[in-house]
């Protein structure tokens, strides 16, 4: 649909609903340029009304923490949904299971857990994302993936029905699932069990430790930018970068990470096709030395 049409048929989430909305500052990477559509959720009513008006005439696009995504620098034509505070609780149910919306940051969840003396939630502290990301793409990291500690979801499609999917219904694989892509993550339960909270707070610190040693932080970087290959070699996809790419190689300001092969830095002023020209260099590179087909971890909005 043009803009002029979509402004008249959302006219009712007016505060909510901005046009050609600037995304640069809404991801990692600090790159991107604007979104057709861009709307802010306030609540699931408003979500499931909004979804509705749409009824899946327009490409969506759900933004969480922006911590894995690399945005076009050219109009994005859809609607990027980003959802509010009120997608963003916490609650234990029981004894042992605690209720997260999806834009609850991973950390926020892994803390939450500490202060109900529930372990399981550790790996969650070093993972840069909320939770509606890390179900889509089964994050994980030392060892333990969402799969792990997952009960079931609630979630929309984008017709705006409402499903809830228990974890066992679920095929989940290495930094993947089969959920349907058109799904829209409200809130997802976790099991953990019951320990104390000096012994989590022990091995969370351990973690974190490990994660300040080895990845970047505090620069403009999207966590790791391709999956390890682990159906074509027991190497880790930064031994294959390490031998098989130039380490100092740039594409204007987008540059391989000094500290960890696999993390790709905006230095300045990178742009899209920056650090899209570097991805796809690094990947070719591998490929011609080594013959193992690299797969992007990173999530592309163009």
């Given amino acids: 649909m043009r803009i002029n049409e979509l402004k008249k048929l959302l006219d009712e989430f007016d505060g909510n609903v901005k046009f050609e909305h600037d995304l640069k500052k809404k991801n990692w990477f600090n790159i991107g340029g604007k979104t057709k559509v861009f709307y802010k959720a306030n609540n699931l009513k408003d979500l499931v009304k909004f979804l509705k008006k749409i009824n899946n005439k327009e490409k969506i696009f759900i933004l969480g923490a922006g911590s894995n995504t690399l945005i076009t620098d050219n109009l994005f034509d859809g609607i990027v949904i980003k959802l509010s505070k009120n997608f963003n609780n916490t609650s234990i149910l029981g004894e042992d299971v605690i209720i997260a919306g999806s834009a609850v940051l991973d950390k926020s969840l892994s803390d939450f857990a500490i202060e109900n003396n529930l372990s399981g939630f550790e790996f969650l502290s070093c993972i840069p994302g909320t939770v509606g990301g890390g179900i889509r793409m089964n994050a994980g990291c030392f060892g333990k993936e969402f799969k792990d500690i997952l009960l079931s979801i609630q979630a929309i499609d984008k017709l705006g029905n409402i499903i809830t999917i228990p974890s066992k219904n679920i095929h989940f694989d290495y930094r993947k699932n089969d959920l349907n892509d058109d799904l829209i993550f409200l809130s997802a339960s976790f099991k953990g069990v019951k320990s104390t909270s000096s012994k989590i707070k022990l091995e969370t610190d351990k973690l974190k430790k490990k994660k300040e040693e080895t990845q970047p932080t505090k620069i403009k970087t999207s966590g790791s930018t391709f999956k390890n290959p682990i159906l074509q070699t027991n190497k880790k996809v930064w031994e294959l970068i390490k031998q098989s790419v130039p380490l100092d190689k740039t594409f204007g300001d987008a540059s391989i990470s000094e500290k960890h092969c696999n993390f790709f830095v905006n230095k300045g002023n990178a742009t899209f096709n920056d650090m899209n020209n570097?991805?796809?260099?690094?990947?070719?590179?591998?490929?011609?030395?080594?013959?193992?087909?690299?797969?992007k971890e990173i999530k592309i909005l163009e």
Wanted: hydrophobic content about 45%; glycine content about 6%; charged content about 35%.
């Fill in 278 to 295: 570097l991805i796809e260099f690094v990947s070719k590179k591998v490929f011609e030395k080594t013959g193992v087909s690299l797969e």
